[in-house]
């Protein structure tokens, strides 16, 4: 039964004991929504690279491109849990993306989806690591697939460690502060390095330099979901409204900032 359900809202899901990921919630305010009796995490995936020709002359980040994950993928979830709460009346359904106490990219190594690369990404075999994740926390007790720990790694070629513009790449994870995606979505003054790596890196919004490179994302499919489909822009916004991107959740000023970087470069 809940096969079938979720099977109608990503082409890929799975299922993470929540046992294994209580000792490891990202403290964050929306935390307070987890059911007091989590038993199991259902990690959803919705792909959204739209094939290289979809990009030429973008100055965002692939993940920028589709309207904004947050709401698309919020709706979906929605619709399932909203189905699966009628399916089990007696179980609670809470849904996440991105904004989650979930460390998404564990939750879904452990419900065997795909392999933790050393850029901090999620890869999958079919549609490397342009994927969104998606989770519904839940009461039910679910069948789980025996991961471990060390057996989930990507090949370890380095190149995304070689390829990034800022070092922030190491063994022990991503240094967030220097990675030029957290830079780009940063209030307030750059200062004259962090404005010279956006002029070079010529994107305005978030950075997918680590995983252009990567191989495990050659010839991986473009079959987007559906949301993702219409809707893409591959420039950012210049006008008044900038609702439903992903970068309007840190204001107008963060991206005009950024393009104006970009136009001095011309
Ligand atoms: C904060 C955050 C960021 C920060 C920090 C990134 C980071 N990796 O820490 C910034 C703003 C930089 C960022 C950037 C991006 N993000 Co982000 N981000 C998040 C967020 C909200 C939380 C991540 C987090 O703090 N996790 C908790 C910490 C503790 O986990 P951790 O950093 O992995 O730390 C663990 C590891 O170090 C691990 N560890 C131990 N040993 C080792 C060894 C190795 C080799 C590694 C890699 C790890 C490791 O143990 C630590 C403790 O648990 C997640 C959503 C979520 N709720 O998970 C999205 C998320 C990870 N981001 C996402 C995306 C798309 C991006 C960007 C690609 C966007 C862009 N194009 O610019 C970039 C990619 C940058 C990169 N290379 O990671 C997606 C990733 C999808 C995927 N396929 O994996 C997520 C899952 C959001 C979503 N719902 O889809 N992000
Ligand atoms: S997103 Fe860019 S800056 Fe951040 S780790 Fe990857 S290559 Fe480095
Ligand atoms: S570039 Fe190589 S080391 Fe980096 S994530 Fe991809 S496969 Fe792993």
Redesign the pocket.
Known sequence: MINEILSRYAPVYGYCPFEKLNN?L?ECRAKNRLPSDSKSIIVLLFPYYLGDDAYEGSDI???AVVPDYHDTITAILNKASQELEEAYPDEEFVVF??N?P?????AAMYAGLGV?G?????ITEKFG?W????EIVTTLALEYPDIKDNSI?CIGCKKCVTACPTKAIS????I?ER?L??IT?KKGELTDEQINLIKSSGCAW???I??NICPMNKNCASQPIDAFLNGAEIKARTDSDISGRAYAWRGKKVIQRNLAILEEKR
Do not use: H, M, W
């Open positions: 490891a990202i980040s692939k993940y993306t991105d989650s979930i460390p998404e990219v564990k933790r050393l850029n901090g990404l999620f690591s994927v969104f994740i998606g790694n063994e022990k994870g991503i967030t990675c995606s957290y979505q978030g950075c997918d680590c995983q």
